[in-house]
């Protein structure tokens, strides 16, 4: 086989292997969570094709195998052109939101009775290994944002319901200006679920 041939046949075969882990890392969000059934079908369409075009490509490579004939050389140019075609879309089709960018879905914003803060519940990558939550609170004088990571159990979570307006959580002030109570509403996923929430330390203590 011609060197230019055999370097472009590998060139290829690097690129179309990058898309596949790609689109398999993205599908999965890094193994984080299952393939749903979109990205089942490109695998079956167009992963799958791509995998079993890789292992016969290196297979032939490492038995050195040359082209005797112009149909064969016609046939490593359809491989190449097919794995280059599928790669592209390959990359396409990948989620990078619940892997490299949080996945974030959110409960109707409220104020507290004081009018001292805006808050809300934040869930971080629903329904995968790596998800959690978070209480996102907003001083309404200062505008200042700050996020208190909550011991919630999110990955015991099967379903959410949500409607046009969620009030998951709800945020009470004390004697104390600085410590609220949080608790959770019938509608939330997590049934009696109570935190102290330091604001000044940016703290949430769970209440047992």
Not at 46 to 75: Q, R
Not at 130 to 159: D, F, H, V
Request: aromatic residues 12%.
């Amino acid at each position: 086989m011609q060197n230019w041939l055999k370097l472009i046949w590998l060139i290829t075969i690097f690129i179309n292997s990058s898309g596949v882990v790609w689109f398999v890392l993205g599908s999965t969000a890094n193994f984080q969570r299952g393939i749903d059934l979109i990205s089942t079908v490109i695998l079956l369409y167009l992963g799958i094709p791509s995998i079993l075009l890789i292992v016969v490509s290196i297979f032939l490579l490492l038995k050195k195998w040359s082209p005797t004939k112009w149909w064969e050389s016609i046939g490593i140019f359809i491989i190449i052109i097919a794995m280059l075609l599928m790669t592209p879309q390959l990359y396409k089709n990948v989620q990078t939101n619940g892997w490299l960018t949080e996945k974030i879905r959110t409960d109707s914003i409220q104020l507290t009775s004081d009018h001292r803060y805006e808050y809300c519940l934040e869930l971080i990558n629903l329904f995968q290994k790596n998800s959690s939550a978070r209480l996102y609170i907003k001083n309404i004088e200062t505008l200042e944002e700050i996020r208190i990571q909550l011991e919630l159990p999110t990955k015991e979570i099967t379903g959410v319901t949500w409607d046009d307006v969620n009030y998951f959580v709800k945020l009470e002030p004390t004697t104390n200006e600085n410590i609220y109570l949080l608790h959770t509403t019938k509608e939330s996923p997590f049934p009696d679920e109570k935190y102290e929430i330091n604001i000044q330390k940016k703290k949430a203590v769970k209440i047992k």
